[in-house]
């Protein structure tokens, strides 16, 4: 008898094994994106940051993609070189942009000849400054000018891995858990978040020492990590290669000639407009969340043991225990245990919190964000893939945004000078944010297909990165000028007022509830089909 031959992609724990080094890659990747993020205070006592000033370089991540169109490129370059060219490649750019980004933040830096050059120069770009989207201004510290521009190096290697990821996942997983591998993919990333918002001001403030430097180093290293992950799936792709006969997998180029056909979709710009706003009131306010905690909570910083560096650890290996054993119960089918895993992670997750309360840290607080994400993804994902309701799930999703923000602009400074009452409304509403972060993205991607014709779905969703990529480079910047424009006068950065900056974001939710509401009429009317299950 003939001897079927296996391949690495017949073996589960080969599979397995090329996911999680894709997903480490993007664990790093996130990490490093938001590594200021946690210590904007930081950056403006150390490094003479102003609002303005953090939030142009936090948006400078998306520029080269959205105006140099270089996510178009990425696309052109997965599809002509494959996907262990673009993994390696896409490693090597963003540790660049690390590397850059570091020595703009560190003391060699300071008083150097770069910095003078800085100083003096990209106070006005021909062309970008009358169209008002420079990523430079006149006055702007010489250090935010050189880490806007190690930014965008970064920004431009992250992006690339973002689809290279999603493209590898589908060579191992066609016709295979493939869901279920890009739900996993997803949440190992998010948790790069809630590391990000622990480590970074710990890296920060180690040893009783204030340095900035720390913690970008602390995401560099991460970089180098995440650049070996993709040097080893390399070689694991090339062996799977070899034993199927098959040449690379590539994508669908990106044509110009689709640009016309999409742009004529009305499905596809309600999608693009639900995204890129519903996405814009998340991600720029992710980079801003913490200090916007530490402006509203009344906290005491621990003493002994909560004061200690050994606390961080602790405290996040309880964090990972929240999502390792919520995320698992989705997958069990014994009740006894799949109840038991639901449990462990409830109690494990009250004592993260009580923890982040004895603390007193707004970055501690903030990092249960993707917890509840992490729990109940797989769970949305289920329930589109087999009820469907993907038009109301976009709606609830934009209401519980909505909610949020104006929880957080209005509920929360109610509750300043109450230590237990302002930290549980904190901790209840970062939560529901993270619910709402899991409810759309689980009903808007799987509905693009839906509304866009099947042979121009690679354009499409090129297309959407770019619109959304618009709203990433925009609205950071936005908050920044908004909360410079309400605060003036106010030198310390914990006592900002952040109440218009996120009746800003909040409004963001309200045009993406009545797009959603729109999105549903069409979709009855013209039966696209966005409430019914994916599967049949």
Request: charged share 15%.
């Amino acid at each position: 008898m003939a001897t079927i031959q296996q391949t690495l992609r017949d073996s589960a724990p080969m599979r397995w094994t090329a996911l999680l080094l894709l997903a480490l890659a993007m664990f790093c990747s996130y990490i490093f994106m938001d590594i200021l993020s946690p210590i904007k205070d930081l950056m403006q006592s150390e490094r003479g940051w102003d609002s303005l000033a953090f939030g142009t370089m936090q948006g400078a991540e998306t520029f080269l993609n959205v105006f140099v169109f270089f996510l178009i490129f990425a696309g052109i370059i997965l599809d002509k070189m494959g996907v262990r060219f673009t993994a390696i490649l896409s490693g090597a750019v963003m540790l660049i942009g690390g590397i850059i980004k570091y020595y703009a933040v560190s003391d060699a830096f300071v008083g150097s000849g770069l910095e003078a050059w800085f100083t003096n120069n990209l106070n006005y770009i021909p062309g970008f400054d009358e169209l008002g989207i420079s990523p430079f201004y006149e006055g702007m510290p010489a250090s935010a000018k050189l880490a806007a521009a190690g930014f965008m190096v970064f920004g431009c290697g992250c992006e690339m891995a973002g689809i290279t990821v999603s493209r590898g996942i589908v060579k191992w997983f066609k016709g295979r858990e493939t869901a279920l591998a890009m739900g996993s993919e997803m949440a190992l990333a998010r948790l790069g978040v809630a590391t990000c918002m622990i480590f970074s001001p710990y890296f920060a403030k180690l040893g009783g020492s204030v340095s900035v430097s720390r913690a970008v180093a602390f995401g560099v290293v991460l970089l180098c990590i995440a650049l070996i992950m993709c040097i080893v799936y390399f070689f694991m792709d090339k062996k799977l290669d070899s034993q199927t006969g098959e040449a690379e997998e590539k994508d669908d180029p990106f044509k110009i000639s689709d640009i016309g056909t999409i742009l004529a979709s009305q499905g596809f710009w309600l999608v693009a407009l639900l995204c890129v706003l519903y996405y814009s009131a998340i991600f720029p306010f992710q980079k801003y969340a913490v200090n916007m905690l530490q402006c509203n909570l009344t906290l005491t910083p621990g003493e002994g043991f909560w004061a200690g560096d050994s606390v961080t650890i602790v405290q996040y290996a309880i964090m990972l225990l929240v999502a390792v054993c919520s995320f698992s119960s989705n997958f069990s089918k014994d009740t006894v245990k799949k109840y038991s895993l639901m449990a462990v992670a409830i109690v494990a997750l009250v004592v993260y919190c009580f923890m982040g309360y004895k603390r007193g840290s707004a970055e501690t607080v903030f990092a249960v964000f993707p917890l509840l994400a992490v729990a109940i993804t797989p769970i949305l994902g289920s329930y589109v893939d087999h009820k469907g309701k993907a038009a109301s799930m976009l709606m609830i999703g934009s209401l519980l945004l909505i909610l949020c923000h104006l929880t957080f602009a209005f509920v929360l400074p109610m509750f300043k000078g109450s230590a237990v009452g302002g930290i549980v409304v904190a901790y209840i509403t970062i939560l529901v944010l993270g619910a709402s972060f899991s409810l759309v993205p689980a009903a808007l991607w799987p509905s693009v297909p839906k509304l866009v014709d099947e042979k121009i779905i690679g354009s499409a969703y090129a297309l959407i990165f770019w619109i959304q990529n618009i709203g990433l480079w925009l609205f950071p910047m936005l908050i920044g000028k908004v909360l410079d424009s309400t605060n003036q006068g106010v030198t310390d950065p914990t006592q900002l007022d952040y109440t218009y900056a996120l009746v800003m974001l909040a409004a963001l939710g309200i045009a993406a509830f009545l797009i959603g509401l729109y999105l549903k009429a069409v979709d009855k009317k013209k039966g696209f089909g966005l409430e019914e299950p994916n599967i049949k």
